[in-house]
T-cell receptor
Framework: DGGITQSPKYLFRKEGQNVTLSCEQN?????MYWYRQDPGQGLRLIYY???????QKGDIAEGYSVSREKKESFPLTVTSAQKNPTAFYLC?????????????FGDGTRLSIL | KNEVEQSPQNLTAQEGEFITINCSYS?????LHWLQQHPGGGIVSLFM???GKKKHGRLIATINIQEKHSSLHITASHPRDSAVYIC????????FGTGTRLTIIP
């Protein structure tokens, strides 16, 4: 079955530590996205990639980094510079980067601070 | 600034009731999306529409471009419809609403 796999489901970060969230898709989509969800707020775009080896900052990129070395993979690193990392993180993909394309979402990773 | 408002924020209904969730947005768009977020957090895309009406099973989505308004309807609601329903719109990047939490009581 085609889809998006995020791992781990739950992640805990210590102070000063970088952590990496995995996102893999087998849908052959060019575009991939990382969103952050906080209680009472809509999803906010962290980073997006329109094609392999390319990525762009979204609305809240500070304290995060990404890479897109393979079409199917778009990992997100939450660095120690992100002072409030506790949130639910969702990865998504679509055929192309335009809002008139449906996005397919993973099941999310919940990140908490130890 | 792109803005989107959903109403109601929370909705509780009896099984079998007809459900309507509303979404208003602030700027012209190329597409509006309706998404369903399950209690575990995973999100499923329900509809993407730029005009008129779409139907899938018991779900119907409508959009009025002139009024910048969309509605999601659920007919013969069932407890398994309990979820958060999110609308999103945009021309390139999507702007997401905060969602409507729907609870269907048996």
């Amino acid at each position: 079955d085609g889809g998006i796999t995020q791992s781990p489901k739950y992640l805990f970060r210590k102070e000063g530590q970088n952590v990496t969230l995995s996102c893999e898709q087998n849908l052959n989509h060019d575009a991939m996205y990382w969103y952050r969800q906080d209680p009472g707020q809509g999803l906010r775009l962290i980073y997006y990639s329109q094609i392999v080896n390319d990525f762009q900052k979204g609305d809240i990129a500070e304290g995060y980094s990404v890479s897109r070395e393979k079409k199917e993979s778009f990992p997100l690193t939450v660095t120690s510079a992100q002072k409030n990392p506790t949130a639910f993180y969702l990865c998504a993909s679509s055929w192309t980067f335009y809002s008139n394309q449906p996005q397919h979402f993973g099941d999310g990773t919940r990140l908490s601070i130890l | 600034k792109n803005e989107v408002e959903q109403s109601p924020q929370n909705l509780t209904a009896q099984e079998g009731e007809f459900i309507t969730i509303n979404c208003s947005y602030s700027v012209g768009i190329s597409a509006l999306h309706w998404l369903q977020q399950h209690p575990g957090g995973g999100i499923v895309s329900l509809f993407m529409l730029s005009s008129g009406k779409k139907k899938h099973g018991r779900l119907i989505a409508t959009i009025n471009i002139q009024e910048k308004h969309s509605s999601l309807h659920i007919t013969a609601s069932h407890p398994r419809d309990s979820a958060v329903y999110i609308c999103a719109f945009g021309n390139e990047k999507l702007t997401f609403g905060t969602g409507t939490r729907l609870t269907i009581i048996p």
